[in-house]
């Protein structure tokens, strides 16, 4: 029997979102014959030569006007009929003739209106106004310009999510360089892994930052950047945990106001349009198996995808606050500033999520009146582990949508939001990645939410579920592609001229489609499940099995925390198979026993199937997880099998692969 949804958006609600006036644009404008988000989904996909330039104009996009009024571009775009890596030769071009300035679109607003207001977890507020943001932007600006920045060059920023990193990744693209960005909790070679690659001429740092109550000092490290990167000519130093930092021992530092110079009388902000496909952002592959991918994103086409998710997805307007909790390491803090562009209130979090009491976001919700809260599944999870009951305690009545990504949402998080911290709130579950830096599955806020469901796939994302013959598939799993290209995909990898490594990461599959990586499934509701990482996935006798399945069970019992499942190959060569092994860690003070084992058996068997019953079931102190949060099973697998880690870097706690070495449990 189906279950009743968990949301259903109120009629006044419908009528008020975005979504629904872009659709009665759309139906006016181009005579299109759509009515609702599914036929709107069907149009986006068969006329992209439509749609996008419909996203353009309904979210204001600011472009170099031409004579007599004809449209920003020469043309929507070129070889659109065919998915292939974008390249010179047969990949697809977006608005071609179409000339932009990404920082000019997020700095359109230059009033009163608080633009940025910054929370760290000791409680310190800071506030920035548009107008002020604009100011401080034009002076960073100018001295990069007198630094002799120029178009193309790149800026690294090793920062912690401050207002100081969205000011310099502004006045970086208001220049047309190239801004990339790694966090804090980054080592050494992590950092150097990637910016070593794309070689900055600027690197922008803090001193250090907090993080869950201790000071972390970043100057040894930068100084051990600065020396092993030659390109970089200048470190400019924030002073973020003391007034005047040392850095005598960093070639090249600066301090961020000495580098400034004296507030200019009225500094001024010039934006210099460039073509759609200029790039703005390179982001990295997480680098769990070699060396990380350098993904160069194009500012057209990050910012039109952007405005697409944010204006007509999430419903964001210009009154409202948006937090995510996010570092800079992360994708989601190049899309989190990107509301800047809706003329919205960003909220930044620098810190520990649980710091410095359990409840600590919560209050940051309801202090700041957040309307829009994104953060990450094991956020809820660990809150709802917590026993935080949000809707009880604070003051939650300005919170109208929670969105939750980096990794598959289990039910009882969906109940736990919507039975703990509030019943009218739209759970916009979303997926995607940094390599389309954007959402292919993502929320509707006109439609119900469905539990363990991702409400839908994004507008103008031709998204399916193929079978290993690459047909497709609907109500039963298999690999998450899109057949059909949008303006958001890459525009390249650093340093592959030739388009190999672009394309042998997502078109050698399956020729004429991008193969995204991920194990799901199209719903009957027409939404989404993502059950893991393809690449991870466990095949016990044959059989297929996403890891999120086994997660979204076990991580319900009390005692568990969290966990990690591995398939472990068993047997001789000629006859091997393979065995799920699952990883717990349990609450402090608890040992798993063999009781313990049976109800967690029992619980998968009777949510999952048999299939799903791990052979082995093993507690571990500790879960591998990379920088931006998400569990690495293929690095534990690597371990169990005797392995080597190839980038061990790419490990928030790398030190913890030593627990799964040699366990006696699996030999």
Known sequence: MDHPPLWTPSPDRVARANLTAFIATVRREYGADVADYPSLYRWSITSPERFWPAVWRFCGVIAAERDGGAEPWDEVGVGLDRMAPPDPVRGPSWFPGAR??????????????????????SGTRRELSYRALHAATARVAAALRAAGLRPGDRVAGFMPNIPETVIAMLAATSLGAVWSSCSPDFGV??????????????????????????????????????????????????PYLAERPPIHKIRGAVLWDEWLGPP??????????????????????????????????????????????????????????????????????????????????????DGAPFAPRPDALWSLLGEEHVSVFGTSAKYLALAEKEGLVPAETHDLSALRTILSTGSPLAG?????????????????????????????????????????????????????????????LVGTAGELVCTKPFPSMPMAFWNDADGAKYRAAYFERYPGAWRHGDWAQVTEHGGLIIHGRSDATLNPGGVRIGTAEIYRQVDELPEVLESLAIGQR??????????????????????????????????????????????????????????????????????????????????????????????????
Not at 104 to 116: G, I, K, Q, V, Y
Not at 200 to 217: H, Q, S, T, V
Not at 278 to 287: A, D, N, W
Not at 581 to 608: Q, S, T
Request: a neutral charge; aromatic letters at 8%; hydrophobic letters at 40%.
């Open 412 to 472: 009882h998080s969906y109940d736990y939001v919507y039975g703990r911290i509030k019943r009218d709130v739209h759970l916009c579950n979303i997926s995607g990645g940094t390599e389309i830096i954007s959402c292919f599955a993502i929320g509707n806020p006109t439609e119900p939410v469905w539990r363990d469901e991702l409400q839908a796939p994004g507008l103008g994302m031709a998204v399916q579920v193929f079978d290993p013959r690459g047909a497709p």
């Open 100 to 121: 932009l300035n990404f920082a000019e679109n997020l700095l359109r607003r230059r009033d009163a209106h608080p633009a940025l207001v910054a929370w760290n977890e």
């Open 570 to 667: 068993i047997g001789s060569p000629a006859g091997a198979d393979e065995r799920i092994v699952l990883f717990v860690r349990l609450r402090d003070g608890l040992a798993l026993d063999e009781a313990l084992r049976e109800r967690i058996r029992r619980c998968i068997r009777e949510n999952a199937s048999p299939h799903h019953v791990p052979r082995r079931i093993v507690q571990v102190a500790d879960i591998p997880r990379t920088i931006s949060g998400k569990i690495s099973e293929l690095a534990v697998r690597a371990v169990v099998h005797g392995l080597p880690v190839e980038n061990r870097e790419a490990l928030a706690n790398p030190q913890a692969l030593e627990l799964y070495r040699g366990l006696a449990d699996l030999a």
């Open 264 to 349: 200019a009388r009225e500094a001024t902000l010039e934006f210099e349009r460039f073509p759609f496909n200029h790039p703005v952002y390179i982001l990295y592959s997480s680098g769990t198996t070699g060396l990380p991918k350098c993904m160069v994103h194009g500012a057209g086409g990050t910012l039109l995808q952007h405005q697409k998710e944010h204006v007509l997805h999430v419903d964001l307007k210009q009154e409202d606050r948006l937090c995510y909790i996010t570092t800079c390491g992360w994708m989601m803090w190049n899309w989190l500033v990107s509301a800047l562009a809706v003329h919205a209130t960003v909220v930044l979090y």
């Open 189 to 238: 070679a992590g950092v150097v892994d990637r910016f070593g690659q794309i070689a900055p001429r600027i690197l922008f740092c803090a001193d250090g930052c907090r993080y869950g109550g201790k000071e972390i000092d970043c100057l040894g490290r930068v100084a051990d950047i600065a020396g092993r990167i030659p390109a970089i000519e200048q470190v400019v130093v924030i």
